[in-house]
């Protein structure tokens, strides 16, 4: 704690959203600004991640997921996607302070904890992989580090070396709804000897949009032998 005060003396730290000065207790935001951040509570839809009425099992859908058919069998969701998650969010990826999202760190091991009853955790932790252009440029995939957060939290492995993205060979913009589910399908590879059969995976991702990637990836895990796979995100946009 003095070698920390001393720290901050020398190197005062302000909040990354509001840009007050950090308490000691404080980690890249202030308190206040954490707590103006939208949780996502229990139940919530185990399709799309939304809050559902507070009655009625956990395993519930809303009912637009009740008609559709997803290969991932849960989803949970952590955040609204709102100004100040956005904000937090942009820092962390355009501006590469990937150390914020250490702030999730005890609500992701609470909202996981929760999920599951008597201890479950899955066997396997798999980030959703960034093609290469991408990674070059950024240096870093943010849904890695989260996993690395999960995995230090739940004692769980990550496997890297499962899912490849293949780059990216047409742009999705002209396509057709159909075409550019398909186009996402085929950006997926699951490396040979991936030694899947019969595993329950995580899959993590920092944000989801549409859902077409999870849902890409999930849809590649099932058809290599997973036996359950379970989405984590931080939060959804839509
Ligand atoms: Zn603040
Ligand atoms: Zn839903």
């Keep these: ?11 005062p730290e302000d909040c990354q959203i509001c840009k007050n000065a950090l308490l000691l207790t404080e980690e890249s935001i202030c308190r ?7 949780n996502i ?3 919530a839809c185990t399709g799309c991640g939304i809050e559902l009425a507070p009655y009625g099992k956990q395993t519930h859908k809303c009912s637009y997921c009740k008609r559709k058919h997803y290969a991932f069998d849960e989803m949970l969701t952590l955040f609204r996607y709102e100004e100040k998650f956005k904000k937090i969010i942009h820092e962390v990826k355009f501006h590469r ?19 599951w009853a008597d201890n479950a955790i ?11 252009k991408r ?19 739940l004692n769980a492995p990550i496997r890297n070396d499962v899912l490849v993205r293949n780059k990216s060979h047409k742009p999705q913009s002209w396509l057709s709804r159909k075409e550019r589910l398909k186009n996402t399908l085929e950006a997926f590879d699951i490396r040979p000897k991936a030694s899947i059969d019969g595993k329950w ?3 993590i991702d920092d944000v989801i949009t549409t859902g077409s990637t999870v849902q890409a990836c999930a849809k590649k895990l099932k ?7 379970s989405v984590l995100t931080l939060a959804r946009t839509q």
């Excluded at 206040?32 to 939208?38: A, D, E, I, Y």
């Excluded at 302070?97 to 999920?115: E, T, V």
């Excluded at 899955?122 to 290469?132: A, E, M, S």
């Excluded at 240096?139 to 995995?151: D, G, H, P, R, Y």
Aim: glycine share 2%.
């Design 1 to 11: 704690m003095l070698f920390k005060s001393f720290l901050r003396w020398t190197y």
């Design 32 to 38: 206040s600004c954490f707590t103006l951040l939208k």
């Design 41 to 43: 509570e229990p139940p």
């Design 97 to 115: 302070k990937f150390w914020i999202l250490d702030i999730f760190r005890k609500k992701l091991k609470r909202h996981i904890k929760q999920q």
């Design 122 to 132: 899955p066997d396997t932790l798999i980030p959703v992989p960034l093609d290469k």
């Design 135 to 153: 990674l070059q440029e950024r240096k870093f995939n943010q849904s890695l580090l989260l996993a690395k957060i999960v995995s230090s939290e």
């Design 201 to 203: 995976i995580l899959l």
């Design 223 to 229: 058809e290599n032998g997973a036996r359950k796979v």
